[in-house]
């Protein structure tokens, strides 16, 4: 069978899938060096990350992607950039296969049937293909990544390169039982992601440690707009201008059953703010239906609000994500319930004619931990499409209604006029 053969028959011959994979690993750039790489493993029951140094060349061989076949299918794995791994089983012979910037190669296959499991790892210079059919695993092949590290990594990840897209992803489906995401939507500019790509790498989940917020609110900057000091809604409305129909409670307010989504009475450019939400204690709900809200800065953009402790949804639409486009450096959440804090700088874009000339910027901290840094934001966001810039002018700071009860304390704003 010669490549154009064989890559026509992966589309069409797989079937079910049986298997788990047996590990949920996550790379992350941040640590990587010249002599090595760390690996995240989630450690079950405990909602936290063992983090595993691995010097270059020391792989541990089925730590990575695991899955026992009695079918076809098989694994993927992202060295990001552009560069994929897959390893699989079709039509009784097992592929190894590299993509790098979408250009695939067949590195080497061999025949196997009946029950097999097979393994995928990277060492951070390698791929590393294994399958075993009885005791022993045997290596497939090794294959470089020249040109891809350091490397964003992730979770498995399909081949996306064309003629591969209807591949399954045995790892992904397995990893929590729950499928979010989409792949149906359109690319994101100046990405080879679609918008809410669920296969897009998972920012690593850190913990965020004490600095913000303290345990009670803390006082704002003297010359800060305060918007809620815990005792009256009165610089907030709803949509049409009328009173908010959040709830006032001691010290905060929150989102009811068709609350509405609500925003400032005043409209603001560039901005710092500072705002401090809380997902509801008790966890009801997936992905985007746990805990979501949003901050929308010129009523426009939106910094994602969600409860994404121990809950994946697709990257670009977790907690502190901008909405649709971009995932956080780091998933900085704190546990459901928990007050959390966003310190946000948002620079208002610049028109010309109906023409952008400088796009809007944002930056992001998340509890104090930075997740987006000076960010150009290339157009309009929103849920399963892009859209090009449309001239605006200052808007109103916007609070989603997403059909959870969040909640939000100690907002305050400061506007970010010119220096002279
Ligand atoms: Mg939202």
């Not at 097999?116 to 695993?137: C, H, K, N, P």
């Not at 990840?157 to 939507?185: I, W």
């Not at 080879?192 to 850190?206: E, K, L």
Request: hydrophobic fraction near 30%; proline fraction near 7%; charged fraction near 20%.
């Amino acid at each position: 069978m010669n490549k154009t053969t064989f890559f026509a028959a992966v589309c069409i011959s797989l079937g079910p899938v049986a298997g788990q994979a047996a590990d949920k690993v996550h790379f992350e750039d941040d640590d990587f060096s010249g002599d090595g790489w760390s690996e995240f493993v989630e450690v079950p029951d405990t909602g936290g990350w063992e983090v595993i140094r691995r010097e270059l060349g020391g792989l541990v061989q089925g730590r990575v992607q695991e899955v026992t076949l009695e079918g076809d299918g098989g694994l993927f794995l992202s060295a990001g950039r552009g560069s994929f791994a897959s390893l699989f089983r079709s039509n009784g012979s097992i592929h190894a296969v590299r993509t790098r910037d979408g250009a695939q190669s067949l590195i080497d296959q061999a025949d196997a049937g009946g029950s097999v499991s097979l393994r995928l790892g990277f060492d951070g210079a390698f791929f590393i293909y294994e399958y075993r059919t009885g005791e022993q695993w045997t290596r497939l092949a090794k294959s470089d990544i020249l040109g891809v590290v350091p490397y964003t990594g992730g979770i498995s990840t399909p081949n996306r390169a064309e003629g591969m897209s209807g591949y399954r992803v045995v790892e992904l489906e397995s990893l929590k039982g729950v499928r979010f995401g989409y792949t149906d939507t359109p690319k994101i500019p100046g990405t080879p992601w679609v918008v809410h790509d669920p296969f897009r790498p998972q920012p690593r989940q850190v913990h965020p440690g004490t600095m913000t917020p303290r345990d009670a609110p803390g006082a704002p900057p003297s010359d800060a707009i305060v918007l809620f000091d815990g005792t009256n809604l009165d610089a907030w409305e709803d949509g049409k201008g009328n009173a908010p129909k959040w709830t006032l409670r001691d010290g905060y307010f929150e989102c009811g059953k068709k609350s509405g989504t609500i925003r400032t009475k005043q409209k603001f450019g560039s901005v710092q703010l500072h705002i401090e939400w809380a997902s509801p204690s008790e966890v009801k709900g997936s992905s985007q239906g746990r805990g979501n809200s949003g901050v929308f800065l010129a009523g426009l953009y939106e910094v994602q609000v969600q409860d994404n402790y121990d809950n994946l949804t697709y990257p670009d639409g977790q907690a502190s994500s901008l909405y649709g486009f971009r995932p956080p450096r780091v998933n900085a959440s704190r546990p459901p319930g928990a007050w959390q804090s966003y310190d946000i700088i948002f620079e208002m874009p610049e028109f010309e004619n109906g023409n952008v000339t400088r796009k809007a910027r944002i930056t992001v901290l998340h509890n104090g931990v930075l997740t987006q840094h000076g960010v150009e934001i290339p157009g309009m966001l929103g849920h399963k499409k892009t859209r090009p810039y449309r001239e605006h002018g200052p808007g109103h700071i916007q609070l989603q209604d997403h059909g959870n009860p969040v909640r939000y304390r100690n907002i305050w704003i400061r506007e970010l006029k010119p220096i002279q």
